[in-house]
C-alpha cells in the first residue's frame, strides 16, 4: 500500500513539529526517516499510523483519504522505540493481541502466533514474559505482535534505538531480508545515519518539522542538497569563504560554483568529506599547482581500516581531518610524523551559498 | 568510619537506646492496647462475646449497616480513583496539579468538619435542602449521608495509590494496544487494569480499612439513630457511654480484628508491589544503559 502525505502540520503549544510536510512512500518501500531530535520524524511516524492527528493537511493511502481514521481502523503495524510489549502477558499472548481483540478463533491464533514465533526466531519462547527476554529478542517480539494483524504498512519507531551495537547490525540486516521477503511498504525513524542508509530504500532527511532532502542513499550522501544534510551526514570539514564569477577558493584552489556567475562576491561555505581528500608529499605535488595546498600535520589517529590525519594548512589556524586508508597510508611514500609537511588535494569539494538566486 | 558499621553493633548505646524506644512505643500504643481489646472482649468466653454481637438487634444492625456503607462507598472510590488516576497520569491541562492537591483535602480536613459540611449542603436547612425535601429523597441522618460522609473521607486513597504506578508504566503499551485495534474498553480491561491491579487492590484494602473505622464525619451526618443509622465504631461508642463495657469491646473486637485482616492483606500486595516495581526498575535500567552505548555509538 502506498503512503501519501500531503502539506501536513502540527504544533505542540508554541513549538511547530511538523510545518507543511510532504512526502510519497511507494507500495513495497523501505524508507527511513532520518533527522536529530525535536526534527519531527517521530510527529511525522505516528500521524501516519493515526496516533496523532494533523492540523492542516491530508494522509492518503492508495488514493484514500484516512486523515481522520483512527489508529484501530488504519490496519498499521506500529513498532515502539522500547517496544511497549505487554508486560503481564506471555510473548505467546503479546503477539496474539491483535488477533484476540479481533475476535479470531483459537485454532487460527495459535496458528498464526506460531508461524510469527518462526519468522522471528523465538520458537519455544512462547511461554516467557517480556521481563525474561534480551533487548534484542524483546524487539522481535515487538515485531511479531505487530505483523499478527498482517498490517499493510508497518511503521518502526527507533526499532533498533535501545540495542547494543552487535545486535543492532545483526537486526538491522535480518529486518532487510524480512522486508524483502514480505514486501510490505515500510517507514522508519531512526537519529544514526548509519543505519538509514544501509537499510531504507529512500532516505529523508528531516530538520526542523521540514523535510531537507529525501532520495536514494546514494543520492543523498553524494549531492547532499542543503549544508544542513550535509553537517547531519557528519565528519566533514566547514570552511566560510567567498565565492565569485562562479567560483569558489579555499586555500586558493578554486572550486566550481556555476549556480552564482555575479562578480559581486558573496559569503560561502565549503564542506570537504575527509574520505575526499588525497595526501601526498609536497615534493610530488609541486607540479599540481593550483589544486593542492601544504599543510604540516598535527597527529595521526589509526581506527581499523582507516587512518585519519589531522594537519594544518600553512596559513591556516583551523584543524583539516583527512581520512585515508589504513592499506594506502602505508603505501604511501609520504612522512606521516607529526610537524611533517604534507600537500593536500581536495578530490570533490561541495559549495553552499545561503540563496544564490540573492544578488547584493 | 563510624557510620560504616554494621547496625546491628550492639556496642553502640545509642542504637541500643533507640531500639528500645521504638518497640517501647510500638509495644505501649499498639500492641497492649490491641491486646487488651481482645482480652477484654473475650473475658467472659466466647459465648459471651457472640452474645454481645448477635443477640443485641442494635449492634446487629450497626455490623449490617457498616458491611454496607463500607463496600459502596470504595466501590466508588475505585471508579472515581481509576477514572481521575488516569487523566491525571496520561493528561496534562492547566490546573492538573491544583486537582491532584484537591485529593488531599479530605486527608488534611477534619472529619467533624467535612460531616459538618456535608450537612450543610445536603441537610434540611442545607443548600439543597428544598431540592431534596421536594424530590423526598432523605440524605443527611440516613443510608446516603453515611455513604457520602465515608466516600469523602475516603476519597484520596485509591487515587493516591494509582497515580505513581500510572506515572511509572507510561502511556506506550495502552498506545500499543490501540495500534493493534483494542477499543477502549478492550484497552482498559486487557492492559491497563492488569498493570496496576496490585496498586488499586492496595488502595482498595486500605480506603475499605478507613470506612469501616471511620468515626467523626459519619458521627455528624448520622444523627446517631440506634438501629438506623449507627454503624459499627458510633455503635461501640454508644454502649461504651452506655456503660455496657463488654459488649462495646465485642464491637470493638470485631473492628480490631478487621484490622488485622488488613494489615495482612496489605503485606502480602505490599510484596507483589515490591515485586513489581523492581521489574519495572530492572526493565528502565537495561533501556537506559543501551541508551547510553547508543550514545557512545554515535559519537564514534
Not at chain 2, 133 to 155: N, R, Y
Amino acid at each position: 500500500m502506498s503512503i501519501h502525505v500531503r502539506e501536513i502540520s502540527k504544533s505542540f503549544g508554541s513549538f511547530k513539529a511538523l510545518d507543511r510536510v510532504s512526502l510519497d512512500v511507494p507500495e513495497g518501500t523501505l524508507l527511513a526517516l532520518l533527522g536529530p531530535s525535536g526534527s519531527g520524524k517521530t510527529t511525522l511516524l505516528r500521524i501516519i499510523a493515526g496516533l496523532e492527528f494533523p492540523e492542516e493537511g491530508v494522509i492518503e493511502e492508495d488514493g484514500e483519504d484516512i486523515t481522520e481514521r483512527h489508529a484501530r481502523q488504519r490496519e498499521v503495524g506500529f513498532v515502539f522505540q522500547h517496544y511497549a510489549l505487554f508486560r503481564h502477558m506471555s510473548v505467546f499472548e503479546n503477539i496474539a493481541f491483535g488477533l484476540r481483540v479481533r475476535k479470531v478463533p483459537q485454532a487460527e491464533v495459535t496458528a498464526r502466533v506460531d508461524e510469527l514465533l518462526k519468522l522471528v526466531r523465538l520458537e519455544g519462547l512462547g511461554g516467557r514474559k517480556p521481563a525474561q527476554l534480551s533487548g534484542g529478542q524483546r524487539q522481535r517480539v515487538a515485531l511479531a505482535r505487530a505483523l499478527a494483524i498482517r498490517p499493510k504498512i508497518l511503521l518502526l519507531d527507533e526499532p533498533f534505538g535501545a540495542l547494543d551495537a552487535k545486535v543492532r547490525v545483526e537486526l538491522r540486516q535480518w529486518l532487510r531480508r524480512l522486508h524483502d521477503e514480505i514486501g510490505m511498504t515500510s517507514v522508519f525513524v531512526t537519529h544514526d545515519q548509519e543505519e538509514a542508509f544501509e537499510l531504507a530504500d529512500t532516505v529523508v532527511v528531516m530538520n526542523h518539522g521540514k523535510i531537507e532532502q529525501q532520495g536514494t542513499p546514494d543520492e543523498v550522501f553524494d549531492h547532499p542538497a542543503t549544508p544542513f544534510v550535509m553537517d547531519f551526514l557528519g565528519n566533514v570539514n566547514v570552511y566560510h569563504g567567498r565565492v565569485e564569477n562562479g567560483r569558489a577558493f579555499w586555500h586558493g584552489i578554486p572550486i566550481d560554483y556555476p549556480e552564482y556567475p555575479h562578480a559581486q562576491a558573496r559569503e560561502a561555505r565549503v564542506y570537504l568529506r575527509p574520505h575526499e581528500l588525497e595526501i601526498s608529499s609536497p615534493a610530488a605535488a609541486a607540479n599540481r599547482l593550483g589544486t593542492s595546498l601544504q599543510a604540516s600535520v598535527l597527529r595521526v589517529t589509526r581506527s581499523g581500516l582507516i587512518t585519519r590525519v589531522s594537519c594544518r594548512p600553512h596559513g591556516s589556524d583551523q584543524e583539516l581531518q583527512v581520512d585515508i586508508p589504513t592499506e594506502t597510508a602505508r603505501r604511501l611514500q609520504v612522512n606521516l610524523e607529526p610537524g611533517a609537511h604534507v600537500a593536500i588535494t581536495p578530490r570533490k569539494a561541495r559549495v553552499f551559498v545561503p540563496d544564490p538566486e540573492y544578488v547584493i | 568510619m563510624a557510620h560504616a558499621r554494621p547496625c546491628t553493633n550492639h556496642s553502640q548505646p545509642l542504637a541500643v537506646l533507640l531500639a528500645t524506644a521504638a518497640v517501647g512505643v510500638v509495644g505501649l500504643l499498639i500492641v497492649v492496647p490491641l491486646v487488651s481489646v481482645f482480652y477484654e472482649a473475650f473475658a467472659r468466653g466466647p459465648g459471651a462475646w457472640w452474645e454481645a454481637l448477635a443477640h443485641d438487634p442494635d449492634t446487629r444492625h450497626a455490623i449490617w449497616l457498616s458491611l454496607t456503607v463500607a463496600p459502596v462507598a470504595v466501590t466508588i472510590n475505585t471508579v472515581f480513583g481509576i477514572a481521575a488516576a488516569w487523566l491525571v497520569a496520561r493528561f496534562r491541562f492547566p490546573g492538573r496539579s491544583l486537582l491532584i492537591s484537591l485529593f488531599d483535602v479530605p486527608f488534611s480536613v477534619s472529619p467533624v468538619v467535612a460531616g459538618l459540611a456535608l450537612v450543610l449542603i445536603f441537610g434540611r436547612q442545607g443548600l439543597l435542602g428544598p431540592t431534596l425535601a421536594w424530590l423526598d429523597w432523605k440524605i443527611i441522618f440516613a443510608w446516603p449521608g453515611l455513604v457520602l460522609a465515608t466516600t469523602f473521607v475516603t476519597l484520596p486513597l485509591v487515587v493516591r495509590e494509582l497515580i505513581p504506578v500510572m506515572e511509572a508504566i507510561g502511556p506506550e503499551e495502552e498506545m500499543a494496544a490501540v495500534s493493534l485495534g483494542a477499543s477502549g474498553w478492550q484497552v482498559f480491561w486487557r492492559v491497563t487494569l492488569p498493570n496496576i491491579r496490585w496498586a488499586l487492590l492496595h488502595g482498595i484494602v486500605l480506603a475499605n480499612a478507613r470506612a469501616m473505622g471511620e468515626f467523626g464525619a459519619v458521627y455528624v451526618v448520622s444523627g446517631h439513630i440506634a438501629g438506623a443509622t449507627d454503624t459499627m465504631p458510633l455503635r461501640v461508642e454508644k454502649l461504651f457511654q452506655e456503660y455496657r463495657q463488654p459488649a462495646s469491646m465485642a464491637v470493638a473486637s470485631v473492628l480490631a480484628g478487621l484490622a488485622l485482616v488488613t494489615l495482612v492483606a496489605k503485606f502480602v500486595i505490599e510484596r507483589r508491589l515490591e515485586a513489581e516495581s523492581r521489574d519495572l526498575e530492572a526493565n528502565r535500567s537495561q533501556t537506559e544503559s543501551l541508551d547510553h552505548t547508543k550514545v557512545e555509538g554515535a559519537v564514534a
